[in-house]
């Protein structure tokens, strides 16, 4: 069974702070690992893809295979970075549907 | 390009009624997911059609969930009768279908269920 974990529900930082959302999961292939955002008021979109390797907005993320992990960083957070923050796995056994974790919500204080 | 549109955006109902949402996927997309996010728990999959075919219903809850796609274009998941349980924000999401990969899935905006 494949499984997301996001140990944090909220994280708090200040503007300028670096911050880090904690991702792990299992699952016993090779697995598409995704961060969604989804800000006040709008939808949930996909932030990146681990098979992307690229920055966005700011945000990087680094599968662990040894660790089966994928934080989320960003070295300086901005307000608005305040959102929610979704974890997902894609894994080739199971098809398309993406399993989630539990979600961060985010809050940057001026 | 418009995105994925759901319809309505909030329903209220009442134990034992039945309830009908819509999803429209972006143009182009053979791939629609039903997922749904109860109250305090994570967001889970319910379903996923391929074009009018369903290509996996493991998520579905129960047999007082029907999904239909009939044409391969927008689908319905009807509930019914609901239940309390059933509150919670219904999301679609629609993909392409890519030779050798799998698209991105892009989100709806959600239904908002509330079983009285």
New interface residues.
Partial sequence: AQRVTQPEKLLSVFKGAPVELKCNYSYSGSPELFWYVQYSRQRLQLLLRHISRESIKGFTADLNKGETSFHLKKPFAQEEDSAMYYCALRGGAAGNKLTFGGGTRVLVKP | EA??TQFPSHSVIEKGQTVTLRCDPISGHD?L?W?RRVMG?????LL?FVKESK??E??MPNNRFLAERTGGTYSTLKVQPAELEDSGVY?CAS?QVLAGG?G???????TRLLVL
Avoid: A, L, W
């Fill in positions: 995105g994925v791939n997911y997922y728990k994570e967001i889970k999959f996923h290509q996996d493991s998520g999301f993909s799998r991105t899935q892009y989100f709806g905006p959600g």
